[in-house]
């Protein structure tokens, strides 16, 4: 046996051993809150420091950084070999963490600042503090380490704290690393990652592809509609945008491109659908769950004050493919081409079910992680239901399953303990409220300022480090300057989540873009700002769930449900105005009226809305009426037909 198999079974060993303790832990129920972090913060440690090892070169070409954490794509022709220097971090990591198993009764009953932690317990707690910045430094990269070292100095220079009083609040305490958005990473995000690898392998990607083309691959701009349809669908198992794109990308952008759409517009919309898979409920990205423990809340109460955003958001995106598909006169796929819904329902449609075993469990109020356990268990006897699936489904199917996706939830658990040691600073130094008090007089009491402000803190934070640490440094810091200004909770949280998500394609860092732009062969500056044409209604309706929080579905049902219509139609109205097209290609009027009936509309109110619906009977009217005559657009064949 090689040395290079031998370190790639021990990896497969860990990995899976990491997978079977978190399904273990779901069923039987988490021990004490230490020691259960720790564990996992462990299990990440040892897998971050032999995959990502030291003194490597590595090929970078081709390589993409997930908005998830790690590398996709590239990496060594070879298997990396961990060096000396990674053997001696594992060791230290199991030596800091075993401290922490060892004396954990004794850690649970200490009185924190009272008692002056040991000799040994500052030297443990410095190096395990260098360990986490180092091994999230190899996996997501340098922006996330510098941003907690930045609070690190903060509190020594600036805010005058001991350094002896940081180490313990970081490594004796859940207040730091192994803090509570920790927490969420060992109990909740790692089980529906588990679910989503399990999902993968019994077939679920074909599902969707062919369950969205039999829907919308004939109508005008097909394939693009599919792009759409099946990430969003696909989005709410991998909960990565990049890797949507890499899964879904493949496929829907060459059919997108054959079928006469520009190749920017293609990675545009592809880019865009499967970044809108973080907010899809029922299973959205990691950050929802820190949100669910921050509002000390149920995941599922997070999932409904998601749903209207979400389906706005993809009704933008799918009325975007289909008004410029109509505008450039573009036609769908060739029914011959395309599979029969009846058929794949038939062969396939049994693999919802573990979706909607989580579904229906997070409904009747079961715990997110039992519900994640539920679905992922029910994967395999679901996929041996029927011969078309069966065939793929072996040992080691589930072995790879395992592995895969205890390596998948990786880059998370080093992005939560990282951003630990940020809110450790905060909790210790009082930072937060300094910060509210700046954001506020910055803003001059204006809430909508302070929004902008957000806005831009989210988007340049999300452009170097994943989603959910994005997320918890504007909780931690701008988030109560929203509220204090007027902002219900909920809804300053969900604003905060979804500009932490819009960084993935809001240049010039547009991770998602990047990876369908490569896909498609486009210009990634042509494809960014086309990927914001397509995904304008997200920048528009997270300013709007803050002024009406109706569309977050809080309130009366009938505000509710009058401010989803006029909200949709508003939708609506933003992709005609936006793309020149509604009934027949729109002039230059009737766009400025469409944009403006958007922005009316979406804001919930009598007034708007019917200031708004004005505008839009006005353009319909000279659609429909006064243009009547116009000819029809010149009908595109997709290439070969």
Wanted: charged share 10%; with cysteine; glycine share 10%.
């Amino acid at each position: 046996m090689t040395l290079a198999r031998a370190l790639r079974g021990l990896i497969a060993a860990i990995a899976i051993g990491m997978s079977v303790y978190h399904l273990t832990i779901a069923f039987i129920g988490a021990p004490q809150q230490l020691f259960f972090r720790s564990t996992h913060l462990l299990f990440a440690l040892a897998l971050v420091f032999l995959l990502y090892p030291s003194f490597q070169k590595k090929k970078t070409e081709g390589a993409i950084r997930d908005d998830a954490g790690g590398i996709i794509g590239g990496g060594s022709d070879t298997m990396p070999v961990a060096s000396w220097w990674d053997w001696t971090l594992i060791a230290l990591s199991s030596v800091t963490i075993g401290y922490v198993w060892v004396n954990h009764e004794h850690l649970l009953t200490r009185f924190v600042f009272v008692e002056d932690p040991t000799r040994t317990e500052l030297v443990l707690g410095g190096i395990f503090t260098l360990i986490v910045l180092e091994a999230t430094r190899r996996i997501i990269g340098w922006a996330l380490p510098i941003t907690a070292m930045i609070f690190l100095g903060y509190a020594f220079f600036v805010a005058g704290t001991r350094p002896e009083q940081i180490i313990e609040i970081m490594y004796l305490t859940t207040e730091g690393i192994f803090g509570s958005t920790l927490g969420v990473s060992a109990a909740y995000v790692i089980m529906f990652v588990l679910f989503g690898a399990f999902m993968e392998r019994t077939g679920i990607g074909r599902l969707f592809m062919d369950f969205a083309l039999s829907l919308t691959g004939h109508t005008a701009g097909g394939p693009g509609k599919v792009a759409v349809v099946s990430s969003s669908l696909f989005g709410t198992v991998s909960g990565s945008a990049v890797a949507n794109v890499l899964v879904d990308g493949p496929i829907t952008i060459p059919l997108m491109k054959r079928t006469g759409f520009r190749p920017s517009f293609a990675a545009a919309v592809e880019s865009v659908a499967s970044t809108g898979g973080q907010i899809m409920p029922p299973i959205m990205g990691a950050a929802a769950f820190v949100m669910a423990e921050f509002l000390a809340v149920s995941y599922f109460q997070v999932a409904m004050w998601a749903i209207i955003p979400a389906i706005l958001y993809f009704l933008a995106v799918f009325c975007a493919v289909h008004f410029e598909s109509k505008r450039v006169g573009l036609m769908g796929l060739p029914r011959a081409d395309i599979p029969q819904l009846g058929t794949v329902m038939r062969e396939r449609g049994h693999l919802f079910i573990p979706l909607l075993v989580i579904l229906f469990g997070l409904f009747a109020g079961y715990s997110a992680p039992l519900c994640a356990l539920a679905g992922t268990l029910s994967c395999v006897p679901v996929a041996m239901l029927r011969k078309s699936t069966r065939k793929d489904i072996n040992f080691g199917t589930i072995l790879s399953a395992l592995e895969e996706g205890a390596k998948n939830s990786v880059a998370v658990a080093l992005a939560c303990a990282c951003a630990g040691i940020i809110i450790g600073v905060i909790t210790q130094t009082g930072a937060a409220i300094n910060f509210t008090s700046v954001v506020v007089n910055m803003a001059q009491d204006l809430l909508v300022l302070a929004l902008v402000l957000t806005m831009l803190a989210g988007i340049i934070l999300g452009m170097g480090m994943p989603t959910t640490p994005a997320y918890i440094v504007m909780v931690s810091l701008l988030v109560p300057a929203i509220i204090k200004l007027g902002a219900i909770p909920p809804a300053a949280h969900m604003f905060a989540f979804y500009f932490a998500i819009l960084s993935a394609i809001t240049p010039p860092v547009a991770l998602a873009v990047y990876a369908a732009a490569g896909i498609a062969k486009a210009p990634l500056w042509e494809a960014g700002w086309t990927a914001v044409r397509v995904g304008a209604a997200g920048f528009i309706v997270p300013f709007m769930f803050i002024f009406e929080p109706s569309l977050l579905m809080i309130g009366e049902w009938q505000v509710i449900l009058q401010s989803f219509v006029t909200a949709s139609i508003g939708t609506v109205c933003l992709a005609a105005g936006l793309f020149g097209y509604l009934a027949r290609t729109a002039l230059v009027w009737e766009r400025l009226f469409l944009l403006g009936a958007a922005v009316l509309l979406i804001k919930p109110g009598l007034v708007t809305d019917l200031t708004g619906a004005a505008l839009v009977l006005a353009v319909l009217v000279s659609q429909l009426v006064i243009r009547r005559h116009e000819p029809a657009p010149v009908i595109k064949r997709p290439a070969g037909h």
